[in-house]
């Protein structure tokens, strides 16, 4: 079975600076899709990136990068610029590209991240 | 679009009382998943429906617990009779161009 694992319950960061969130997850399909998503206090689940695993490039939205890792099976998120309104839960998402719906998600623990002023 | 839509926002109900949540997904997504969020769990899928069929149910917890899919736009999760353990929100996702797009959530809580 899928799985994946957050290591850092909780994180902090100062305004302005660069903060990475570590994912790792366990998987012996080929082909299949990771997500960040942010949950503020509001409790949404917004989706920050997505990465397709066939894609070698690291994906990108704004301040918001990955670092996939197939092989090691690893999948950080960079938050550069880091903003007040980045405070929140951060959950690493996995699924699998077999059922295509992109909905069917395994996540992770979720790591709490605090940014000062 | 406004989005997925649940309701209600907040659920406080006795134990034993039956609980239905609900779901309007957003419109041409034909891909709607029900999950639970508690503390100790994190976040768990419970079922999931394509094309108003649910395919996959193993994530309910018990028998209590049933979800039906009338029409392409309006979901519920019923649960009867309620446990204090049932405590959690509850999210109503809804996929298309590649994401899942969840509601707002509502927070049960069995008393």
């Known amino acids: 079975a899928q799985t994946v694992t957050q290591s850092q319950p909780e994180m902090s960061v100062q305004e302005a600076e660069t903060v990475t969130l570590s994912c790792t997850y366990d998987?012996?399909?080929?082909?299949?899709?990771l997500f960040w998503y942010k949950q503020p206090p509001s409790r949404q689940m917004i989706l920050v990136i997505r990465q397709e695993a066939y894609k070698q490039q690291n994906a990108t939205e704004n301040r918001f990068s990955v670092n996939f890792q197939k092989a090691a099976k690893s999948f950080s998120l960079k938050i550069s610029d880091s903003q007040l309104g980045d405070a929140a839960m951060y959950f690493c998402a996995y699924d699998g590209a077999y059922g295509g719906s992109q909905g069917n998600l395994i996540f992770g623990k979720g790591t709490k991240l605090s940014v000062k002023p | 679009d406004a989005g997925v839509i649940q309701s209600p926002r907040h659920e406080v109900t006795e134990m034993g009382q039956e609980v239905t949540l609900r779901c309007k997904p957003i419109?041409?997504?034909?891909?709607l998943f029900w999950y639970r969020q508690t503390m100790m769990r994190g976040l768990e899928l419970l079922i999931y429906?394509?094309?108003?069929?649910?395919?996959?149910d193993s994530g309910m917890p018990e028998d209590r617990f049933s979800a039906k899919m009338p029409n392409a736009s309006f979901s519920t999760l019923k649960i009867q009779p309620s446990e204090p353990r049932d405590s959690a929100v509850y999210f109503c996702a809804s996929t298309g161009r590649g994401e899942a797009f969840f509601g707002q959530g509502t927070r049960l809580t069995v008393v």
């Open positions: 419109s041409g997504h034909d891909y």
């Open positions: 998987t012996s399909e080929s082909d299949y899709y």
């Open positions: 429906f394509n094309n108003n069929v649910p395919i996959d």
